[in-house]
């Protein structure tokens, strides 16, 4: 009999994807591929997968130093969310209003709203202050069964508050229990100190921001849009980023339609983020590229815009498709990737099956993590959430209500938002 830390138990439905590759993406018809294993169980030690199967047989190959019975919970691996702006000083509820009364997110930016509102805040604000608000965020990502970030700066725009950004991110996930991979995004809006030279910030970025900041983050982003970044500015941080290390990421054909999913693809890109403008010239190029394709579903949402991206389009021809939140203070506030699949189903016709592999599995072979996060292979972490659903086919059904039962990163659960699980259990697997 082999030992284990943890035996999970009696899971009434376990969706673990070993049916398909361990790691890397998956494409088209793969995306909808997720076996459902019945009464199941994870044996877990130190922090990874010893093995997944029968609850009958695993009980009987398995002496476990502590077992935890999830019989009633449907299981799947952790969420991994690849586009979040977790770093920031305030929302901006006040902007919501306006665009309820139907201002333009546009018109709100060139007003000096929208992020440029956000930067003046987040400058201002004390290290200390900002680590709390952005530690009390990510808390709430866990609880909400994510364990995996992609986390920007974005909000400080140049050097000093870039670097605050960014070490906020550093002490957090040093803190908490949650992979995280940093990104800088001062490449997200000019500043004000910048507003009349442009090409005088690019510069910056490129001589000092980018190389400075490099040990605080693995890629970089740029948003490019016709009213911040272009093609060619976009074009030379992306070289410049190349040269330093980064992986690269890109905000790109959110609002118009001006070819940053070509780029994206030209400059060897890690992700295309948003796509709501794509051209059809750009879903064939992600189509045959590895560049994934991040769709935030719930920023068009957020920001009442009429055209989504074309989300089955891009997994029918055959694009590394993810999912991702966009959490920010401005465009989407919300953390829940639950909340993301449901508008996929609604918007892009996905099943429950497609919508767990894009917030799963696929991200996390974008951020380059697919070797460990992303399924529930042997010798991978067990990071999983455990849903209060009576079927997987309810996934991305419900809405409105947190269905996270539980989260458990590495072995361990980190998480508990039911009194069907005894409370004392994070202080005893602690």
């Not at 909340?339 to 380059?368: K, Q």
Request: charged residues 25%.
């Amino acid at each position: 009999m082999r030992t284990c830390d943890v035996l999970y138990r009696r899971i009434r439905q376990l969706v673990p994807l070993t049916d398909g590759p361990r790691e890397g993406p998956v494409r088209g018809e793969a995306l909808g591929r997720a076996a459902v294993l019945e009464n199941a169980a994870i044996a877990t030690e130190g922090g990874v997968v010893l093995e997944v199967g029968a609850d009958a047989d695993m009980a009987q190959r398995y002496e476990a130093a502590n077992e935890l019975d999830l019989e009633g919970f449907v299981v799947v691996p952790g969420f991994v969310d690849a586009h979040t702006h977790p770093v920031f000083a305030t929302t901006r509820e006040s902007e919501f209003l306006l665009r309820c009364r139907g201002a333009d997110y546009v018109e709100i930016a060139k007003q000096g709203g929208g992020i440029l509102s956000s930067v003046e805040k987040l400058r201002a604000l004390d290290e200390d202050t900002l680590h709390r608000r952005v530690r009390s965020r990510i808390e709430r990502m866990l609880a909400s069964g994510t364990t995996t970030i992609e986390a920007k700066s974005g909000y400080g725009l140049d050097l000093e508050a870039e670097r605050k950004s960014l070490e906020v991110l550093r002490r957090v996930e040093h803190e908490l229990p949650i992979t995280m991979s940093r990104t800088l995004l001062a490449a997200h809006e000019v500043p004000l100190e910048y507003r009349d030279d442009r090409p005088g910030f690019v510069d910056l970025l490129v001589t000092s921001i980018l190389p400075e900041l490099r040990p605080l983050a693995d890629s970089c982003d740029v948003f490019v849009e016709g009213h911040v970044f272009g093609l060619d500015e976009t074009r030379r941080i992306c070289d410049r980023a190349r040269e330093l290390g980064y992986r690269i990421r890109l905000h790109v054909d959110e609002l118009s339609s001006l070819g940053g999913t070509e780029l994206a693809v030209e400059v060897g890109a890690a992700s295309a983020d948003h796509l709501a403008c794509i051209s059809e010239r750009g879903i064939d190029m992600l189509a045959g590229s590895d560049t994934t394709a991040v769709l935030l579903p719930g920023t068009i949402f957020f920001l009442n815009k009429p055209h989504h991206a074309p989300g089955r389009a891009l997994v029918d021809r055959g694009a590394v498709v993810a999912l991702a939140s966009d959490f920010n203070p401005g465009s989407c506030y919300t953390w829940s990737l639950p909340m993301i699949a449901t508008l996929a189903r609604i918007h892009y016709g996905f099943t429950p099956e497609e919508s767990l592999n894009a917030i799963t599995r696929n991200p996390a072979a974008s951020l380059g993590l697919s070797h460990e996060r992303g399924t529930l292979h042997e010798g991978k972490a067990c990071d999983f959430v455990a849903l209060d659903l009576e079927d997987f086919a309810l996934f991305g059904y419900e809405f409105g209500q947190n269905p996270v039962a539980m989260t458990v990163k590495d072995g361990l659960p980190v998480a508990l938002n039911t009194s069907d699980v005894d409370a004392a259990l994070l202080e005893r697997f602690a």
